[in-house]
């Protein structure tokens, strides 16, 4: 129990600096493959290629992880 409390804390921790660097970084959510369609009063967008790098790097990370 105290183990994953320890590694809750720290993936709490990193995804708190990764938000607050994240306005920083030009290239994320501004990728070819993102979806913006913009009308006269209506704006959608989509970051398809960005959810799918953030999906392969956390579980990247999550199988490092997990891994004995």
Do not use: E
Not at 25 to 53: A, E, H, Q
């Amino acid at each position: 129990m105290g183990r994953s409390l320890i590694i809750i804390g720290i993936v709490i921790v990193i995804v708190g600096i990764i938000f607050t660097l994240a306005p920083k970084v030009p290239f994320l959510g501004r990728l070819p493959g993102d979806i913006l369609i913009k009308r006269d009063n209506f704006v959608f967008y989509f970051p398809l290629s960005t959810s799918i790098i953030v999906s392969v790097v956390l579980s990247l990370i999550f199988y490092f992880f997990t891994r004995r």
